[in-house]
C-alpha cells in the first residue's frame, strides 16, 4: 500500500533492503536450503507458505545461465515481485569459479527484480562439480573465491552476495575416520570466513590485525573432554578502508560438515559457533535441521542470525511451522502449487515420497511407489483424503469449480 506521504512501512523494498530487513527485524530466519531437482518453484511457494523467510534456488551452472536465455528458461522459473504468491525473498545459487562469469550471471539474475541476492556455491562435494573446479573445490582455493566477491563488490555493488561454505576438511594431525572438522580444518574455516567477509561484505570493517590462538580439540562430542579455546583480539579497524556500506549485504551459510563427511554424522555445531563469533555479517547454521525443536537448539548452541534446513523440508515442509510431521493441508498445497506452476510427474513423485514415506503405512507406501502418473498420485492423495480435487471444493466467487 502506498500514499501520498510515501509507501508503507510494512511493505518490504524491492532488492538490496528486503534482506537487510529480514535480518534486521527477525533474530532467528528461517531459510531453505539449495537443492538440485528439488527447489524448483512450486516447492519454493509450498515452503514459503509454511513459514520459510528466505530461500535458495537450486544452483545453476553460471558460464551457461550467463550466455543462454534457453538455459535460463529451463533452470529457473520464478512469480514476479509484485505477483501474490510472490516468490521472494530469494537468492540464486551459483555453480561458478571465475568472477567475470559470476558478475554477470549475478547482474542477468538480479535484472527486473528476479532475486535478492546470489550465492556462491563452495559447498557441494559431487566429482562433477568439483572437477569443474565449482562447490567444495573452492574451499581449497579462497583466493578464488576472494576474486569473484571482489569482482561483484566493484562491478556489481547493488546485488547482495551470499557465499555457502562447508567446514574445510583438514590433513592434521587430528583427522580422523569420520572426517569431521578439526582443529586444523576450523582453524582454516575461520580464516576463510574472515576473508569472504572482508572481500565482499564488509571493507568499512575491515580488521587491521586479528590474531586467533586455538587450542584443543574440537571434537568434544565424541572423543575427548578438551574444551576449545579461540581467542579472537581485534586491535583496531582500519580508518582508511573504502567505506561502501554494505555491511548488512553479505551472507554466509556454514554446512557444520567437512566435504568427506558423511551426512549421517552430526553436524559440528562448535564450529558454527566459532565462525559466527568472528563474523559480523549475518551467519546461517546449515545441518540436520530436522523439525522445530532443531531450530532452536541450533540457534541457541550457536548464536546465529538464521538456520537453512534441506532434507527436513523436503520431509516435512511445515516444520518451519512448528510442525513435527507434514500436516494433510500442506500435501494438497503441494499438489495444488505443483498443478499451478507445473513439476514435472518424476519430481513430484519424489516430493511426495519424501513428504509421505514417515506418515504411511507399508502397504500404502507401496502403493505410493507404484503410482505411475500425476492422475494416479492425484487419485492416490485423494483416496487417503491428503488432497481435494478442484471439482469437490466449494465455489469461489468468479471461479467455477474445477478452474485452477
Ligand atoms: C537433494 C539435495 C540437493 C542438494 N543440492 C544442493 C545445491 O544445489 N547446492 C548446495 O549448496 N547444496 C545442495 N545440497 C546440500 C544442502 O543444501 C545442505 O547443505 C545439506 O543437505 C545439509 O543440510 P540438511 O542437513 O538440512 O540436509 C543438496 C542436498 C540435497 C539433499
Not at 92 to 98: G, H, L, P, S, Y
Not at 329 to 341: E, K, P, R
Not at 387 to 394: K, Q
Amino acid at each position: 500500500m502506498s500514499d501520498a506521504t510515501g509507501p508503507s512501512e510494512d511493505v518490504l523494498p524491492r532488492g538490496r533492503p528486503t534482506l537487510q530487513h529480514l535480518f534486521e527485524t527477525n533474530p532467528c530466519v528461517k531459510v531453505s536450503g539449495p537443492m538440485v531437482r528439488y527447489s524448483k518453484l512450486p516447492a519454493r511457494l509450498l515452503w514459503r507458505k509454511w513459514g520459510c523467510d528466505l530461500v535458495y534456488t537450486p544452483m545453476f551452472v553460471a558460464s551457461c545461465f550467463a550466455v543462454s536465455q534457453r538455459a535460463r528458461d529451463c533452470d529457473f522459473t520464478t512469480t514476479l515481485p509484485e505477483a501474490n504468491p510472490a516468490d521472494r525473498p530469494l537468492i540464486v545459487q551459483f555453480a561458478v569459479a571465475d568472477p567475470q562469469i559470476f558478475v554477470n550471471a549475478s547482474r542477468i539474475a538480479f535484472a527486473n527484480g528476479s532475486c535478492d541476492g546470489v550465492d556462491i556455491n563452495c559447498g557441494c562435494p559431487q566429482k562433477w562439480v568439483c572437477t569443474d573446479g565449482y562447490g567444495s573445490s573452492l574451499l581449497e582455493r579462497p583466493q578464488d573465491i576472494v576474486a569473484m566477491l571482489r569482482a561483484a563488490r566493484d562491478q556489481i555493488p547493488e546485488v547482495p552476495v551470499s557465499v555457502k561454505i562447508r567446514h574445510i576438511l583438514a590433513d592434521d594431525e587430528l583427522k580422523n575416520r569420520h572426517n569431521e572438522p578439526t582443529r586444523e580444518s576450523l582453524y582454516r574455516t575461520i580464516e576463510l570466513a574472515k576473508a569472504v567477509q572482508d572481500a565482499g561484505a564488509c571493507p568499512s570493517r575491515i580488521l587491521t590485525h586479528t590474531v586467533i590462538y586455538a587450542h584443543g580439540d574440537i571434537r568434544t562430542r565424541r572423543y575427548t573432554h578438551t574444551v576449545i579455546y579461540i581467542h579472537i583480539i581485534y586491535i583496531t579497524p582500519n580508518p582508511h578502508a573504502p567505506c561502501m556500506d554494505r555491511a548488512s549485504d553479505g551472507l554466509l551459510t556454514v554446512h557444520g560438515r567437512t566435504a568427506k563427511t558423511s551426512s549421517s554424522v552430526p553436524v559440528c555445531l562448535e564450529g558454527i559457533k566459532m565462525i559466527k563469533e568472528t563474523l559480523s555479517i549475518p551467519v546461517i547454521a546449515n545441518g540436520d535441521i530436522f523439525a522445530p525443536d532443531d531450530v532452536l537448539r541450533t540457534q541457541e548452541m550457536t548464536g546465529v542470525n538464521g538456520v537453512m534446513s534441506a532434507r527436513g523440508l523436503l520431509q516435512n515442509p511445515a516444520l518451519y511451522a512448528g510442525y513435527n510431521r507434514v500436516p494433510a493441508a500442506a500435501v494438497q498445497d503441494f499438489l495444488d502449487l505443483s498443478i499451478q506452476y507445473g513439476l514435472s510427474y518424476h519430481l513430484l513423485h519424489n516430493h511426495l515420497m519424501f513428504m509421505l514415506y514417515p506418515v504411511l503405512a507399508r502397504a500404502e507406501r507401496r502403493e505410493l511407489a507404484e503410482c505411475a502418473s500425476l492422475c494416479a498420485l492425484m487419485d492416490f492423495c485423494a483416496a487417503q483424503g491428503l488432497w481435494t480435487p478442484f471439482e469437490s471444493r466449494p465455489a469461489v466467487a468468479g471461479v467455477t469449480p474445477g478452474m485452477l
